[in-house]
Nanobody
Framework: QVHLAESGGGLVQAGGSLRLSCAAS????????MGWYRQAPGAQRELVAG???????NYADSVKGRFTISRDNANNTVNLQMNSLKPEDTAVYHC?????????WGQGTQVTVSS
């Protein structure tokens, strides 16, 4: 059974940084397309950053140059380093794993950026 556990969220002032982690069990993150999505109140869930099994990365335009997604193979974890945070980055951040037809989601971690 796949389980994704996010951690690292919290309250930070604008301009600050946070590092989110997604610890995976039941899958090998190297063999999955992994991603971070976020959902703000009243908004649709949107892709923030993704990393393919081959290591290619992609980012939403709104976070390019500020966020970095990485994979820690030794710990079977995917991380999201978030710098220069803005109030509009406030959302629940969810980890996602895709392999073929299987899509798995974590419960999410709250990120709140104060102005």
């Amino acid at each position: 059974q796949v389980h994704l556990a996010e951690s690292g969220g919290g309250l930070v002032q604008a301009g600050g940084s946070l590092r989110l982690s997604c610890a995976a069990s039941g899958i090998d993150v190297r063999l999955n397309a992994m991603g971070w999505y976020r959902q703000a109140p009243g908004a649709q869930r949107e892709l923030v950053a993704g990393i393919s099994s081959g290591g290619s990365t992609n980012y939403a335009d709104s976070v390019k140059g500020r966020f970095t997604i990485s994979r820690d193979n030794a710990n079977n974890t995917v991380n999201l380093q978030m710098n220069s945070l803005k109030p509009e980055d406030t959302a629940v951040y969810h980890c996602n794993a895709r392999s073929g037809m299987r899509i798995s989601w974590g419960q999410g971690t709250q990120v709140t950026v104060s102005s």
